[in-house]
Protein backbone atom coordinates (compact mmCIF):
# COMPACT_ATOMS: atom_id res chain seq x y z
CA UNK A 1 0.00 0.00 0.00
CA UNK A 2 1.41 3.36 -0.27
CA UNK A 3 3.14 4.69 2.67
CA UNK A 4 5.81 6.77 3.90
CA UNK A 5 7.62 5.58 6.92
CA UNK A 6 10.53 8.48 8.79
CA UNK A 7 13.18 7.63 10.15
CA UNK A 8 16.46 8.85 12.02
CA UNK A 9 15.19 11.03 14.41
CA UNK A 10 16.96 10.89 17.94
CA UNK A 11 18.37 13.14 20.71
CA UNK A 12 20.95 15.53 19.26
CA UNK A 13 23.22 18.25 21.08
CA UNK A 14 22.63 22.03 20.56
CA UNK A 15 24.70 22.72 17.28
CA UNK A 16 25.29 19.23 16.08
CA UNK A 17 23.67 17.81 12.96
CA UNK A 18 21.40 15.24 11.87
CA UNK A 19 19.71 13.29 9.02
CA UNK A 20 16.37 12.11 9.13
CA UNK A 21 15.05 10.02 6.36
CA UNK A 22 11.68 9.26 4.55
CA UNK A 23 11.53 5.76 2.51
CA UNK A 24 8.16 5.43 0.06
CA UNK A 25 6.90 2.25 -1.16
CA UNK A 26 3.50 1.44 -2.91
CA UNK A 27 3.25 4.61 -5.31
CA UNK A 28 5.85 5.63 -7.91
CA UNK A 29 7.93 8.18 -6.06
CA UNK A 30 10.05 10.35 -8.65
CA UNK A 31 6.60 11.57 -10.30
CA UNK A 32 5.69 13.35 -6.81
CA UNK A 33 6.91 16.20 -5.06
CA UNK A 34 7.47 15.47 -0.82
CA UNK A 35 7.92 17.98 1.85
CA UNK A 36 8.58 17.98 5.92
CA UNK A 37 6.22 19.28 7.90
CA UNK A 38 6.94 18.94 11.79
CA UNK A 39 5.16 19.88 14.85
CA UNK A 40 6.69 21.04 18.51
CA UNK A 41 5.61 19.30 21.14
CA UNK A 42 2.19 20.77 22.51
CA UNK A 43 2.00 23.30 19.28
CA UNK A 44 0.46 23.34 16.04
CA UNK A 45 2.06 22.19 12.63
CA UNK A 46 4.79 23.69 10.60
CA UNK A 47 5.34 23.08 7.12
CA UNK A 48 9.58 22.87 6.95
CA UNK A 49 10.38 22.00 3.26
CA UNK A 50 9.74 20.81 -0.19
CA UNK A 51 11.26 19.74 -2.99
CA UNK A 52 9.93 18.85 -6.50
CA UNK A 53 9.60 15.39 -7.98
CA UNK A 54 12.63 15.53 -9.85
CA UNK A 55 14.77 17.10 -7.25
CA UNK A 56 15.57 20.58 -9.26
CA UNK A 57 13.36 23.03 -6.62
CA UNK A 58 13.74 23.33 -3.04
CA UNK A 59 12.02 25.28 -1.14
CA UNK A 60 12.01 26.16 2.75
CA UNK A 61 11.05 27.60 5.68
CA UNK A 62 12.33 31.29 7.03
CA UNK A 63 12.84 29.50 10.59
CA UNK A 64 15.31 26.33 8.60
CA UNK A 65 16.69 28.62 5.67
CA UNK A 66 20.13 27.97 5.53
CA UNK A 67 20.42 25.58 8.13
CA UNK A 68 18.25 22.57 6.90
CA UNK A 69 18.88 20.68 3.36
CA UNK A 70 16.13 18.15 1.44
CA UNK A 71 17.22 16.18 -0.85
CA UNK A 72 15.94 12.90 -2.51
CA UNK A 73 17.39 9.71 -4.53
CA UNK A 74 14.59 8.50 -6.97
CA UNK A 75 16.68 5.26 -7.31
CA UNK A 76 15.80 4.22 -3.73
CA UNK A 77 12.20 5.92 -3.13
CA UNK A 78 13.56 8.02 -0.41
CA UNK A 79 13.95 12.19 0.86
CA UNK A 80 15.81 13.09 3.29
CA UNK A 81 16.15 16.49 5.41
CA UNK A 82 19.63 17.07 6.65
CA UNK A 83 19.41 19.16 9.80
CA UNK A 84 22.61 21.18 10.62
CA UNK A 85 23.25 24.06 13.47
CA UNK A 86 20.61 22.38 15.38
CA UNK A 87 18.79 24.19 18.18
CA UNK A 88 16.54 23.69 20.90
CA UNK A 89 13.26 25.13 19.16
CA UNK A 90 13.74 22.57 16.51
CA UNK A 91 12.89 19.73 18.61
CA UNK A 92 9.38 18.13 17.19
CA UNK A 93 8.14 15.39 15.38
CA UNK A 94 8.89 15.71 11.89
CA UNK A 95 6.86 14.16 9.38
CA UNK A 96 7.00 13.44 5.63
CA UNK A 97 4.24 13.91 3.28
CA UNK A 98 3.47 13.31 -0.29
CA UNK A 99 2.58 16.40 -2.46
CA UNK A 100 -0.26 15.24 -4.94
CA UNK A 101 -1.92 18.08 -7.38
CA UNK A 102 -4.95 18.59 -9.45
CA UNK A 103 -5.56 20.21 -12.66
CA UNK A 104 -8.08 23.29 -11.56
CA UNK A 105 -9.82 25.27 -15.19
CA UNK A 106 -6.48 27.60 -14.72
CA UNK A 107 -3.52 26.26 -12.58
CA UNK A 108 -3.20 23.33 -10.39
CA UNK A 109 -4.27 22.52 -7.29
CA UNK A 110 -1.54 21.45 -4.66
CA UNK A 111 -2.46 19.58 -1.54
CA UNK A 112 -0.16 16.65 1.22
CA UNK A 113 -2.12 13.61 1.03
CA UNK A 114 -0.26 10.99 2.13
CA UNK A 115 1.35 11.34 5.32
CA UNK A 116 4.24 9.26 7.59
CA UNK A 117 3.82 8.59 11.28
CA UNK A 118 6.68 10.45 12.14
CA UNK A 119 10.19 10.55 13.92
CA UNK A 120 10.79 12.36 16.89
CA UNK A 121 14.32 14.71 17.18
CA UNK A 122 15.27 16.39 20.51
CA UNK A 123 18.04 19.12 20.52
CA UNK A 124 18.99 19.01 24.14
CA UNK A 125 22.31 19.18 26.13
CA UNK B 1 5.15 34.68 4.11
CA UNK B 2 1.60 34.78 4.11
CA UNK B 3 0.10 34.42 7.78
CA UNK B 4 -3.09 32.12 8.37
CA UNK B 5 -5.30 32.93 11.24
CA UNK B 6 -7.75 30.49 12.11
CA UNK B 7 -10.80 31.14 14.75
CA UNK B 8 -11.40 29.86 16.82
CA UNK B 9 -8.54 28.26 18.67
CA UNK B 10 -10.70 26.21 20.52
CA UNK B 11 -14.06 25.24 20.59
CA UNK B 12 -16.69 22.73 22.55
CA UNK B 13 -19.41 21.22 20.94
CA UNK B 14 -21.79 18.14 21.26
CA UNK B 15 -22.60 15.62 19.08
CA UNK B 16 -24.93 16.59 16.11
CA UNK B 17 -23.59 19.75 15.97
CA UNK B 18 -22.89 21.83 12.92
CA UNK B 19 -19.68 23.45 12.93
CA UNK B 20 -17.57 26.25 11.40
CA UNK B 21 -13.81 27.16 11.31
CA UNK B 22 -12.58 30.33 9.96
CA UNK B 23 -9.37 30.62 8.42
CA UNK B 24 -8.46 33.73 7.16
CA UNK B 25 -5.23 34.62 4.92
CA UNK B 26 -3.02 37.79 4.83
CA UNK B 27 -3.21 38.60 1.56
CA UNK B 28 -4.93 36.72 -1.44
CA UNK B 29 -4.58 33.15 -2.17
CA UNK B 30 -7.29 32.17 -4.93
CA UNK B 31 -8.03 28.96 -3.35
CA UNK B 32 -4.97 27.70 -2.33
CA UNK B 33 -6.48 25.93 0.50
CA UNK B 34 -6.57 22.52 2.52
CA UNK B 35 -7.87 21.35 5.57
CA UNK B 36 -5.94 18.99 7.87
CA UNK B 37 -7.65 16.54 10.83
CA UNK B 38 -4.86 15.77 13.26
CA UNK B 39 -5.74 13.50 16.47
CA UNK B 40 -3.25 13.31 19.11
CA UNK B 41 -0.29 11.07 18.45
CA UNK B 42 -1.34 11.04 15.08
CA UNK B 43 -0.57 12.25 11.26
CA UNK B 44 -2.46 14.87 9.69
CA UNK B 45 -5.45 13.99 7.59
CA UNK B 46 -6.05 15.52 4.54
CA UNK B 47 -10.01 16.50 4.15
CA UNK B 48 -10.29 19.24 2.00
CA UNK B 49 -8.12 20.64 -0.71
CA UNK B 50 -8.74 23.64 -3.35
CA UNK B 51 -11.05 24.99 -0.65
CA UNK B 52 -13.91 22.96 -1.61
CA UNK B 53 -12.47 19.98 -3.04
CA UNK B 54 -13.47 16.61 -0.89
CA UNK B 55 -10.79 14.34 -0.24
CA UNK B 56 -11.74 10.95 -1.38
CA UNK B 57 -12.85 8.91 1.42
CA UNK B 58 -13.80 11.55 3.87
CA UNK B 59 -17.14 11.49 4.77
CA UNK B 60 -19.49 13.92 2.89
CA UNK B 61 -20.34 15.82 6.49
CA UNK B 62 -17.37 17.90 6.09
CA UNK B 63 -17.31 20.57 3.48
CA UNK B 64 -15.26 23.95 2.64
CA UNK B 65 -15.58 27.05 0.63
CA UNK B 66 -14.03 30.21 0.18
CA UNK B 67 -11.58 32.39 -1.73
CA UNK B 68 -9.06 34.78 -1.78
CA UNK B 69 -8.47 35.96 1.38
CA UNK B 70 -11.25 33.72 3.75
CA UNK B 71 -12.06 30.49 3.83
CA UNK B 72 -14.70 28.03 6.06
CA UNK B 73 -14.23 24.53 7.08
CA UNK B 74 -18.05 23.13 7.84
CA UNK B 75 -19.11 19.76 10.00
CA UNK B 76 -22.59 19.43 9.19
CA UNK B 77 -23.51 17.09 11.97
CA UNK B 78 -20.40 16.67 14.44
CA UNK B 79 -19.58 12.70 14.84
CA UNK B 80 -17.74 11.30 17.61
CA UNK B 81 -14.67 10.76 15.83
CA UNK B 82 -14.27 14.26 14.43
CA UNK B 83 -13.07 15.46 18.16
CA UNK B 84 -9.73 16.53 17.16
CA UNK B 85 -7.51 19.43 15.31
CA UNK B 86 -8.38 20.93 12.58
CA UNK B 87 -5.79 22.94 10.60
CA UNK B 88 -5.51 25.13 7.51
CA UNK B 89 -2.85 25.57 5.01
CA UNK B 90 -1.91 27.83 2.30
CA UNK B 91 0.33 26.25 -0.76
CA UNK B 92 -0.41 29.40 -3.07
CA UNK B 93 3.42 30.00 -2.65
CA UNK B 94 6.22 29.25 -0.39
CA UNK B 95 6.93 29.09 2.46
CA UNK B 96 3.15 26.95 3.04
CA UNK B 97 1.87 28.09 6.38
CA UNK B 98 -0.46 26.86 8.13
CA UNK B 99 -3.44 28.35 10.42
CA UNK B 100 -2.28 28.19 14.49
CA UNK B 101 -5.04 25.30 14.78
CA UNK B 102 -8.78 24.72 16.16
CA UNK B 103 -8.99 22.23 18.67
CA UNK B 104 -12.24 20.46 19.18
CA UNK B 105 -13.38 19.62 22.20
CA UNK B 106 -16.46 17.67 23.75
CA UNK B 107 -18.88 19.87 25.56
Known amino acids: QVQLVESGGGVVQPGRSLRLSCAAS????????VHWVRQAPGKGLEWVAG????????FYADSVKGRFTISRDNTKNTLYLQMNSLRAEDTAVYYC??????????????????WGKGTTVTVSS | AIQMTQSPSSLSASVGDRLTITCRAS??????LGWYQQKPGKAPKLLIYAASSLQSGVPSRFSGSGSGTDFTLTISSLQPEDFATYYCLQDYNYPWTFGQGTKVEIK
Open chain 1, 51 to 58: ISYNGRSE
Open chain 2, 27 to 32: QGIRND
Open chain 1, 26 to 33: GFTFNTYG
Open chain 1, 97 to 114: ARENMVRGADYYYYYMDV
